[in-house]
């Protein structure tokens, strides 16, 4: 009996039959995997983005007539650019517009976000007020811009309105077709943009570090300046990124808000294009390129804006 019971396994184990392992195909790196997941923007971007860069760079080194191009490598473009007075005043115009709505836009989108983010306590009437915000992005650029014209006109509203209160003899000329138009007209554009990024610093703010503040004995004032604003610079960085790069290519805004009687660099160049001088405009486009570059490198470097990334 005990030999029978000792033979029986042996037995079954000789007449199993062996199993087949499961082959396993080559393993893809970990670095390979990355590489494969960013090439589908890494193409999206080099074809719609980095493409017409470099075509730009190329085309401002062409020579042209009122023809043809032709192509080659030849430095006036640029000497034309750096050499000419009024290109200067253009870029340096350029600039005051940037920086005035900028400041103007900061000042304004940092209440306002500041409003929707301590003031209103709900959710829901977050979302309601700052829907009420984006309303005027469901029309044109154009038409919101020209919506100014009746209204700073010198028989507009507000014209009218300081001729009946008495506040002045005449229309005053200054409002409409000048560089307060244009500022007007772009902070009115822009100043969303500022909005939204200070908005979605703000929110997310621990509310328990302004409590611990208030308990501390902090002012108002000190909890404004000392914890909110340091949080909020990121959502400040990325706005000013969007209005700066946004107001330093706006052309059509300085065309029809100042009659004419202003210029910008984006102006320059559509003027430029419209005259078939398109590597002239190429190393305009390439100037600017590099100036909006540096600003934002400026702001990279004093903001660390990763955090809102």
């Given at each position: 009996m005990a030999n029978d019971k000792t033979d029986e396994p042996m037995t079954t184990t000789a007449?199993?039959?062996?199993?087949?392992?499961?082959?396993?195909?080559?393993?893809?790196?970990a670095g390979l995997i990355s590489w494969l997941q960013a090439a589908p923007l890494a193409v999206i971007l080099g074809v719609f983005l980095v493409l017409p860069l470099i075509l730009i760079a190329v085309v401002?080194?062409?020579?042209?007539?009122?023809?043809?191009?032709y192509p080659g490598f030849y430095t006036f473009n640029y000497a034309e650019t750096f050499g000419s007075w009024v290109t200067w005043k253009t870029y340096l115009n350029t600039v005051k517009y940037a920086a005035m709505v900028?400041?103007?836009?900061?000042?304004?989108?940092?209440?306002?976000?500041?409003?929707?983010?301590?003031?209103?306590?709900?959710?829901?009437?977050?979302?309601?007020?700052f829907l009420i915000c984006t309303v005027p992005f469901l029309t044109s650029n154009i038409i919101r811009?020209?919506?100014?014209?009746?209204?700073?006109?010198?028989?507009?509203?507000?014209?009218?309105?300081?001729?009946?209160?008495g506040i002045v003899s005449e229309p005053v000329e200054w409002l409409l077709y000048s560089d307060f138009a244009v500022v007007l007209a772009m902070v009115h554009l822009y100043t969303l943009f500022m909005v939204v990024p200070i908005f979605n610093s703000l929110v997310r703010i621990d509310r328990a570090l302004i409590e611990a503040a208030r308990d501390a004995g902090a002012s108002g004032v000190q909890i404004l300046t000392n914890i909110i604003i340091p949080l909020a610079k990121p959502g400040m960085a990325i706005g000013t990124i969007f209005v700066v790069t946004l107001v330093m290519a706006d052309f059509i805004?300085?065309?029809?808000?100042?009659?004419?009687?202003?210029?910008?660099?984006?102006l320059m160049m559509r003027n430029q294009m419209s005259l078939l001088q398109?590597?002239?405009?190429?190393?305009?486009?390439?100037?600017?390129?590099?100036?909006?570059?540096?600003?934002?490198?400026?702001?990279?470097?004093?903001?660390?804006?990763?955090?809102?990334l």
């Open positions: 007449n199993a039959k062996p199993q087949k392992r499961a082959r396993k195909g080559p393993k893809l790196s401002s080194f062409w020579d042209y007539d009122f023809a043809m191009m900028w400041g103007i836009t900061l000042v304004i989108g940092f209440w306002v976000a500041y409003f929707l983010a301590f003031h209103i306590r709900t959710a829901a009437m977050q979302t309601i007020l811009m020209i919506s100014w014209i009746p209204v700073l006109g010198r028989h507009g509203i507000v014209n009218s309105a300081l001729v009946n209160a805004t300085v065309l029809v808000m100042s009659g004419g009687q202003s210029a910008s660099v984006a398109y590597p002239g405009a190429a190393a305009n486009a390439v100037v600017l390129l590099i100036v909006v570059l540096m600003m934002v490198a400026g702001i990279l470097r004093v903001v660390d804006i990763r955090k809102e």
